[in-house]
């Protein structure tokens, strides 16, 4: 995909708390600490809304356009109330400032959204010197200096590609790695028995892992609260992109908390709150979710998804090649929880998330959790 998963993400733009970046730096990473890439994001992005106050310069003309989402559900609003009854910071979150509550800033413009493409490649498409191919598989990269790159295109048909100057891999965390493995550019043992030729031992080659981990807590309110996404809704969208199709809903509200688990002042959890704002509308990967656990009378009651998700991930996994076929799909191994200080942290986000329901904002909605029961698909 092109924009990769700017492209079909939730569109926030956070640039996170300075400490892993000066973990980096620390690490014998020069240039690489918060202060010194601030210059490099400054140069990027283009807030043009004074209220996101996580930024100091503004209409800057800068190609990332940076927005909050002209339409917010009411909800929205209510569920800032209720973080502010726990004594949560809600709005400013910035630089060492970082744990609150929040509508996110987001890549958006003209209620729609922005991605790379849309700021970079597109204003640029009449160059003579940019080509850009898609439906083309990166098979690997042409060796020595890495002076190029095999590709089968669309067709099928085998090329290579050339650089005068230098090849970016930039194919993603799960792309990149299996570019180098299929080069012959990884640990010699794991290659060996794919009957991929060595080119050079690189043992930390597709090690080292890392995925966010998270769990979905399903909350109902006692309210008609959310818009729906009505056909309505869908033509004031067309003509005026606005309104509910404009949005992510409430998923544009995120939380940061910390756990006691965690560096003081550095949040452990972002909270993703997702509102769904069709009628009646089933969701879960078992069927059981949506059969006996549905909810019974939709005109009265909202479905909410609460989601702690662990940041500061410490498990670690790996990913290997399937075979010495580029086209073979590789294997993860994630290794989740092989850390059990994931699971501890994952657990107190659930109570932190949990204790909204007892602030009277959110018991005035009479916010609950769907059903306790466990899912037959999970309770193995």
């Known amino acids: 995909m092109v924009s990769g998963s700017g492209g079909a993400n939730g569109m926030m733009y956070w640039r996170g708390h300075p400490e892993p970046y000066d973990q980096w730096a620390e690490l014998g990473n020069p240039g690489w600490s918060y202060e010194e890439l601030v210059p490099y994001w400054e140069r990027a992005e283009n807030p043009v809304n004074r209220n996101l106050t996580t930024f100091r310069r503004f209409d800057t003309g800068n190609p990332l356009v940076i927005d909050h989402f002209p339409h917010k559900p009411a909800f929205a609003d209510e569920i800032l109330r209720a973080a502010s009854e726990l004594g949560y910071r809600t709005g400013g979150l910035r630089e060492r400032e970082h744990t609150g509550f929040a509508v996110a800033p987001v890549l958006v413009k003209d209620g729609q959204r ?39 295109l669309k067709n099928g048909q085998e090329v290579e590609l050339l650089a005068d100057r230098e090849v970016i891999l930039s194919a993603g965390t799960l792309g990149s790695p299996q570019i180098l493995l299929n080069s012959g550019i990884g640990p010699k043992d794991d290659l060996a028995k794919v009957g991929v030729p060595l080119f050079h031992d690189l043992p930390q080659v597709g090690r080292n892992l890392q995925n966010h981990v998270s769990i979905g807590l399903s909350v109902t309110i006692r309210d008609n609260f959310t818009e729906a996404l009505t056909l309505e809704a869908l033509n004031q969208y067309l003509r005026q992109r606005s309104g509910p199709f404009a949005s992510t809903g409430l998923t544009q509200v995120t939380a ?9 002042g550095v949040p452990d959890i972002q909270a993703f709150i997702d509102g769904y704002s069709s009628y009646c509308v089933k969701h879960g990967l078992a069927e059981e979710c949506s059969g006996s656990h549905a909810i019974g009378n939709c005109s009265q009651r909202r479905r909410l998804n609460l989601r702690p998700t662990v940041v500061t991930t410490r498990s670690r996994g790996y990913m290997t090649l399937k075979s010495n076929d580029p086209l073979d799909y590789p294997l993860f191994h994630p290794n989740y929880f092989s850390d059990e200080r994931d699971m501890k942290v994952l657990i107190e986000g659930i109570k932190k998330l949990l204790e909204l329901m007892d602030t009277p904002t959110m018991k005035k909605y009479d916010m609950r959790l769907e059903d306790e029961t466990p899912i037959k698909e999970c309770a193995k």
Do not use: M
């Open 114 to 152: 922005g991605t790379t493409s849309r700021y970079y490649l597109r204003p640029a498409a009449d160059r003579t010197n940019l080509r850009v191919l898609t439906k083309v598989l990166t098979r690997k990269h042409l060796h020595k200096h890495a002076y190029g790159v095999k590709a089968v």
């Open 256 to 264: 940061f908390l910390e756990t006691k688990y965690g560096k003081p």
